[in-house]
């Protein structure tokens, strides 16, 4: 079974704190995926990855960067977090190939940022 | 740009049969999935469609018309555990393999 881990299920931060979310598979997927989950609005793709050291901005990338040095891993950051940062951060991973193959998701982090 | 509709909220009753419904409009459509996500979860995958017409799986069909921009997910024989948010992911291609997804439905299946 694929399996895709979150550093952490819940996290609280302080406005303008430097946020570091990481995100772990072990199917060897090649892509890699950023979403934020918000009531009302549903799930909004941040930033995703094709390969190693490679990054694409999503729908949402304002406030955001990204990392993937390896490929099992690829990490969220916010740089200065904000109030309205708050939200459920969830982290995906898929094959590779034009298809559209299944993504499959981490357990979520609830970031609450005061 | 895209756009996926899907109704927020439905009700139904145990042992009965639900169809939610999803259109969407896209440019390089590449695929349409159904996702089903519990409270506090993480979204788990549910169905796979490119072509248009049915596939079923267990309880769980999905159709689709590409023509039409329309899908619905059918669930049949409803228990308790169905109850869910359904999410209606659209797969578009342009260079990359994206997914974007509709605000979902909130199943809430009564006894």
């Known amino acids: 079974d694929v399996k895709v881990t979150q550093s952490s299920r819940y996290l609280v931060k302080r406005t303008g704190e430097k946020v570091f979310l990481e995100c772990v598979q072990d199917?060897?997927?090649?892509?890699m995926f950023w979403y934020r989950q918000d009531p009302g609005l549903g799930l909004r793709l941040i930033y995703f990855?094709?390969?190693?050291?490679?990054?694409e901005k999503g729908d949402i990338p304002e406030g955001y960067s990204v990392s993937r040095e390896k490929k099992e891993r690829f990490s969220l950051i916010l740089e200065s977090a904000s109030t309205n940062q708050t939200s459920m951060y969830l982290c995906?991973?898929?094959?590779?190939?034009?298809?559209?193959?299944?993504?499959?998701f981490g357990p979520g982090t609830r970031l609450t940022v005061t | 740009g895209q756009n996926i509709d899907q109704p927020t909220e439905m009700t139904a009753t145990e042992g009965a049969i639900v169809q939610i419904n999803c259109t969407y409009q896209?440019?390089?459509?590449?695929?349409l999935f159904w996702y089903q996500q519990h409270a506090g979860e993480a979204p788990t995958f549910l169905s796979y469609?490119?072509?248009?017409g049915l596939e079923e799986k267990g309880r769980f069909s999905s159709f689709l018309s590409r023509s039409k921009g329309y899908s619905y997910l059918l669930l049949k024989e409803l228990q308790m555990k169905d109850s869910a948010s359904y999410l209606c992911?659209?797969?578009?291609?342009?260079?990359?393999?994206?997914?974007?997804f509709g605000k979902g439905t909130m199943l809430l299946v009564s006894p």
């Open positions: 995906a991973s898929s094959s590779s190939g034009r298809a559209g193959y299944e993504q499959y």
């Open positions: 896209t440019s390089g459509f590449n695929g």
């Open positions: 992911a659209v797969s578009s291609f342009s260079g990359y393999s994206t997914l974007t």
């Open positions: 990855s094709y390969d190693v050291k490679m990054k």
């Open positions: 469609n490119v072509l248009d």
């Open positions: 199917m060897d997927h090649e892509n």
